[in-house]
């Protein structure tokens, strides 16, 4: 399983991005992805997930701004993120285990992880 995260990059405040996570993997039923992130000095935490049949889940800090998708013909999972703000900045990685989806997921839960992507806001 390989995944690989793009699109990060520096905006400014009230700005947006759109990341990008290549999944490779042979075919499978049931799966969780996940995108999480870890700020300079702190933990890294659950963004957004999604499951097979859909479902999402955000953490709180990101409701109404950030959107998670998945293009299953592309194989690839997406994070739309709008009116960005100084908190958001971070290193996105993108993350998958093969089960359902049981929000909240903390990182240990996952299996498999991209190296990340890092996203700069700046005022």
């Known amino acids: 399983v390989q995944l690989v995260e793009s699109g990060g990059g520096s905006v400014q405040t009230g700005g947006s991005l759109r990341l990008s996570c290549v999944v490779t993997a042979a075919a499978a039923n049931t799966y969780c992805l996940a995108w999480f992130r870890k700020a300079p000095g702190k933990e890294r935490e659950g963004v957004a997930l999604i499951g097979n049949d859909g479902r999402t889940s955000y953490t709180d800090s990101v409701k109404g701004r950030f959107t998670i998708s998945q293009d299953n013909a592309k194989n690839t999972l997406y994070l739309q993120m709008n009116s960005l703000k100084s908190d958001d900045t971070a290193t996105y990685y993108c993350?998958?285990?093969?089960?359902?989806?049981?929000?909240?997921?903390?990182?240990?839960?996952?299996?498999?992880w991209g190296k990340g992507t890092l996203v700069t806001v700046v005022s």
């Open positions: 993350a998958a285990v093969f089960r359902r989806c049981a929000p909240p997921e903390s990182d240990y839960a996952m299996s498999y």
